[in-house]
């Protein structure tokens, strides 16, 4: 098996490897923009190695994931503020980072933190879009209302009826100027 501590940046990931078997190491810069990342992955798979890739927790990993999950690869995600408690040298640098990563998953130290899978985090994501498109109505919504009312219009139901239709729509559109006019010379 191919053990991987890996450093990972947005734009490029350091690694440090060991394989169990033969116990040679190594360390490695791999570039995310040119595919070099990918390939190294993809070519792991080739050879019909087994990896476990451990890294720090961080938010924008999720091709990685991706990809590593495709290929059949472990991933670890590591407790960021516990790995950094357990450096040793303070002085932080990739190369350091990932020499720390692969130690700990060798020692069995890795602070590993749990995560939902894939498909369970592509759901929140796109709870989490609907629950802010429903907030941005609800502002429109109540914008609108306030229009109306600075109007003198007053509909029991609200500005914006759950058919979708605008009673905005009955305010004069000079009243609506007058008002932004208004508006900005109290401002001033």
């Given at each position: 098996m191919l053990i991987v501590g890996c450093e990972y940046q947005p734009s490029f990931q350091q690694i440090a490897w060991?394989?169990?078997d033969s116990g040679e190491v190594g360390e490695?810069?791999?570039l995310h923009s040119t595919g070099e990342a990918e390939r190294f992955y993809r070519e792991l798979k080739e050879q019909g190695v087994g990896v476990r890739v451990g890294i720090e927790a961080t938010g924008h990993a999720r091709w990685l994931e991706r990809l590593l999950a495709e290929l059949g690869f472990e991933l670890w995600i590591g407790n960021a503020a516990e790995i950094k408690a357990k450096r040793v040298r303070?002085?932080?640098n990739d190369?350091?980072?990932a020499r720390l990563?692969?130690?700990?998953l060798i020692e069995n130290r890795f602070p590993r933190v749990w995560l939902p899978d894939v498909s369970n985090r592509d759901l929140r994501q796109l709870l989490w879009h609907r629950h802010r498109l429903?907030?941005?109505r609800t502002r429109v919504k109540n914008q609108l209302q306030a229009v109306a009312l600075n109007e003198g219009v007053r509909r029991k139901k609200g500005a914006v009826e759950r058919s979708g239709k605008s009673t905005v729509g009955i305010i004069p559109a000079d009243a609506l100027g007058n008002q932004a006019t208004q508006g900005s010379a109290r401002a001033g």
């Open positions: 060991v394989e169990t490695r810069a791999l303070k002085q932080k190369r350091e980072d990563l692969r130690t700990l429903v907030q941005m």
